[in-house]
């Protein structure tokens, strides 16, 4: 999940998390008017303006950070080769799915009907303290501003998202962005390993990515494959997942 700060960590895709792929904060990519007029018109998506569940998309990125750093690395569905984990620490209306570090991955998932679906396509989230002493905001900048101006700094850079649901493309998706406050959580100590800012007590963050929150898929099968990328690194996220619901 790191690299040198503010360019220093990594991202997750759907998890967007990276940790040995060094980033350094580059290029923008704008998203069009017409691409977030797009992002509204997918069937079955919870389009970011409509705050499925009370929350924007922003505010449950914060969330879904807060459920991956708190499960043990030994079994989190972001290293999960096969799905065996994905069902870990999930609760409420919304079931969490994980991306990996880069590279294609495919898994297979059961979850109970009636749950809404969130994922990240690549996300990042820029966390504080460090034990780097020179990570730290500029005299008179706020910490919020100057984790969200590190965190901006990568996922600006991002120009490929692909989602497909049960074959269908979805569209405009650089209009699915979300990007939080100021949040706190804290992180399984054994996730030191790949992110060398977490003390296993709480801490800060600003979480910025692209992602997807599906309304309740019918039970029954179903696929769901994701993709995204920074070409200027070389770096891409491959997930595929094959879901069964169950009534």
Not at 25 to 37: D, N, S
Not at 113 to 136: E, R, T, V, W
Request: glycine share 10%; net charge negative; charged share 10%.
């Amino acid at each position: 999940m790191k690299n040198n700060k503010n360019s220093r960590k990594h991202v997750l895709s759907l998890a967007p998390l990276a940790s040995t792929l060094a980033i350094t904060a580059l290029a923008l990519l704008i998203a069009a008017p017409a691409a977030k007029a797009a992002a509204n018109s997918n069937t079955g998506v919870l389009p970011p303006q409509s705050h499925p569940f009370g929350k924007t998309y922003g505010e449950w990125g914060a969330a879904w950070w807060r459920w991956a750093y708190s499960i043990p690395l030994s079994q989190n569905p972001l290293l999960d080769t096969t799905g065996a984990y994905c069902d870990m620490a999930q609760s409420g209306p919304v079931w969490f799915l994980a991306g990996n570090f880069g590279g294609t991955t495919t898994r297979a998932c059961t979850l109970p009907s009636g749950k809404a679906i969130f994922f990240p396509l690549l996300n990042y989230l820029n966390d504080y303290p460090c034990p780097d002493l020179s990570f730290h905001p500029a005299p008179g900048q706020s910490l919020e501003d100057f984790l969200a101006q590190g965190a901006a700094g990568l996922i600006d850079a991002v120009d490929s998202l692909e989602v497909e649901v049960d074959g269908v493309a979805l569209q405009g998706l650089f209009g699915y962005r979300g990007t939080s406050g100021l949040l706190t959580f804290t992180g399984d100590p054994s996730w030191v390993t790949l992110d060398s800012c977490i003390t296993g007590s709480a801490q800060f963050g600003v979480s910025d990515g692209y992602w997807v929150m599906l309304a309740p898929l019918k039970p029954g099968a179903h696929t769901i494959h994701l993709l995204g990328g920074i070409s200027a690194f070389g770096f891409e996220v491959n997930v595929i997942y094959s879901l069964t619901v169950t009534p």
